[in-house]
T-cell receptor
């Protein structure tokens, strides 16, 4: 069965500094990895995904994530954080086929001006 | 791109009433849809997998008689919360796969008084 771990409940970073939100996963076979962002009282917004190919994936709003197979990690990164990046971030994994996404518990990112 | 439409976005109901939530794939056929529930400040938990033309598959701990799922066509799945109680108040969100992609509805905030 798939599982996702987001070890940090909260990440605080100063505006303009780089940010990292950690994610590790467990899945049978090749993983499909995703990051979503959720703003208050709103649904999920897709940020980026890794299916195959280049281990460094670039997504929306300047975010990127690096797939590391040996460490089974898919950390979300951004070189320079904005206050508007403050939100709840979910890492998710699924296997091939009509399988559901399994979400991590979420990490709340606070960017402080 | 593919769109999943979910209605209503917000519903307030009295305890004991039933609420139906619709999830439609607008420009693709979805033989499978997934229903998630998110309690405040928590992650998204898979409730059930909806299968067109057959019975839904429920996750452990989810009452199938309380959360009725119907997937009558290739573009529509419905979740009915029967005899709703305040503890059913939550954010419900559906998703539909298309290949390796997974599209989400905008979610339904259910508040049971």
């Amino acid at each position: 069965a798939q599982s996702v771990a987001q070890p940090e409940d909260q990440v605080n970073v100063a505006e303009g500094n780089p940010l990292t939100v950690k994610c590790t996963y467990s899945v049978s076979g090749n993983p499909y990895l995703f990051w979503y962002v959720q703003y208050p009282n709103r649904g999920l917004q897709f940020l980026l995904k890794y299916i195959t190919g280049d281990n460094l994936v670039k997504g929306s709003y300047g975010f990127e994530a690096e797939f590391n197979k040996s460490q089974t990690s898919f950390h979300l990164k951004k070189p320079s954080a904005l206050v508007s990046d403050s939100a709840l971030y979910f890492c998710a994994v699924r296997a091939w086929g009509n399988t559901p996404l399994v979400f991590g518990k979420g990490t709340r990112l606070s960017v402080i001006a | 791109g593919a769109v999943v439409s979910q209605h209503p976005s917000r519903v307030i109901c009295k305890s004991g009433t039933s609420v139906k939530i619709e999830c439609r794939s607008l420009d693709f056929q979805a033989t499978t849809m997934f229903w998630y529930r998110q309690f405040p400040k928590q992650s998204l938990m898979l409730m059930a997998t909806s299968n067109e033309g057959s019975k839904a598959t429920y996750e452990q701990g989810v009452e199938k008689d309380k959360f009725l799922i119907n997937h009558a066509s290739l573009t529509l799945s419905t979740l009915t919360v029967t005899s709703a109680h305040p503890e059913d108040s939550s954010f419900y969100i559906c998703s539909a796969p298309q290949g390796e992609k997974l599209f989400f509805g905008s979610g339904t905030q259910l508040s049971v008084l």
